[in-house]
């Protein structure tokens, strides 16, 4: 995975917040670019960290959207990196104690999960 934090020179600091405003400035100019679902893991991440689990999973969400996108790579390799991000959201939901989002989260693990299988 690509750091953008080495990348950019931002000093990774336990607050996370100058980390999260780069990031987040960043992420516009990824135009579908394969490293904007790295940003948004690298965002998530930032926030989780600060404690903001709601917002976390909203961005792993958006990563994994973003990977399912990705048409350079084979369907079961996009469906893969989807589910490891949906996983990580549906961590965060439950941290947020969101019994809605933890169930549509849920859903669409159990259909990335099947599309990870093989035939």
Known sequence: ??????AFHVQKMKSGNPVVYLLREQ????????HKA???DHIAGSLRELGQASEAAMWYEVSGALMC????LNPQLRAMYALEEYEK?????????????VADCSEIIV???KACAPA
């Open 69 to 72: 996108e990705r048409a350079e």
């Open 89 to 101: 959201a549906l961590e965060c939901h439950k941290e947020a104690r969101d019994a809605d989002s």
């Open 27 to 34: 992420f516009g100019s990824f135009a579908g670019s394969p």
């Open 38 to 40: 790295d940003a948004c």
């Open 1 to 6: 995975m690509f750091d953008f934090a080495s």
């Open 111 to 113: 259909g990335l999960r």
